[in-house]
């Protein structure tokens, strides 16, 4: 939980990327999510990835961004790497590792694999850049602003979006803190079946809706007491993000990615199959 909060105080840095408009980064996001839903080759995959990582020397970024991912990726792509080779299809012209009754390993399968996993990585990599280099509440207010002014929809629903981000990590330190403190009551959450160990968790759960609850209700007091009104469309930002050159080239840069990625696929190169 404290290295989350250290990757959303870095969204608050100063760099070339950092001061970039929001909205760009988070059109650019975007576009480096869809390149691996159209292309399986790990090759591209991977290069995009290590572009990522370059960038993120560039922010300031990469000694706690490779921190992070070196811990995550395992997590993330490891069971998928070990386990989708066993229920890859089997044919008679694969290079069997192991081959028994309905079990089966093989080459093409852990190629396979691997490339799911490349997908993985490259999603996961492209969101690590994209919150270690974005302020949550630009983020909110530039999405705000273009919402109000240009779609005339309220601000009420980007406030609920970072809303939600900036008090998850408060209500897991209600939850770290009230655990912690039926333990020191001899409270044992660890041994017993799992419904007993379920059960355990009832005394917890309901001071926790408590402070939940309470804490809302100080947020909606708090609007009240600034005038905050859901319908009100005309209202003023104390920051306005506009598009500058550097944003659109920054756009223009997740769309070349996914130009390359359907011009891979015309040239039968962005699939997994062809090392098949």
Same mark, same amino acid.
């Given at each position: ?95 069997? =590792?192991?081959?028994? $009754?309905? !079990?089966? %390993?093989?080459? +093409?399968?852990?190629?396979?694999? &691997? ?43 980007? =406030?609920?979006?970072? $809303?939600? !981000?900036? %008090?998850?990590? +408060?209500?897991?330190?209600?939850? &770290? ?100």
């Amino acid at each position: 939980m404290a290295f989350v909060l250290q990757m959303l105080e870095m969204g608050k840095r100063e760099s070339w990327f950092h001061a970039l408009n929001p909205n760009a980064k988070l059109l650019w996001w975007i576009c480096l999510i869809v390149v691996p839903i159209l292309v399986t080759n790990p090759f591209v995959l991977l290069g995009m990835t290590i572009w990522i990582w370059i960038m993120a020397i560039g922010a300031g970024v990469g000694k706690q961004m490779y921190k992070f991912l070196i811990v995550t990726y395992p997590v993330m792509i490891g069971f998928i790497v070990v386990t989708w080779p066993f229920f890859y299809a089997a044919t008679p012209d694969q290079h069997f =590792l192991f081959n028994w $009754s309905i !079990f089966h %390993f093989s080459l +093409e399968g852990l190629i396979y694999a &691997l490339a799911m996993g490349m997908r993985i990585v490259l999603s996961l990599t492209a969101c690590t850049f994209f919150v270690m280099t974005t302020d949550l509440m630009d983020l909110a207010s530039s999405l705000g602003e273009f919402m109000q002014n240009k779609l005339h929809i309220s601000y009420m629903y980007p =406030l609920m979006v970072i $809303s939600s !981000f900036k %008090f998850l990590p +408060e209500l897991s330190g209600d939850y &770290l803190t009230i655990v912690e403190s039926f333990k020191s009551r001899a409270l044992d959450m660890e041994t017993g079946s799992f419904m007993k160990r379920l059960k355990k968790y009832i005394p917890i759960a309901i001071p926790l809706i408590d402070s939940m609850l309470r804490r809302a209700q100080r947020i909606a007091i708090a609007l009240e007491l600034k005038a905050f009104n859901t319908n009100n469309k005309s209202r003023t930002f104390y920051k306005h993000h506009v598009f500058r050159g550097c944003d659109v080239i920054f756009v223009l840069l997740g769309i070349l990615a996914i130009a390359v990625s359907v011009a891979i696929n015309v040239l039968n190169w962005g699939k997994v199959e062809i090392f098949l």
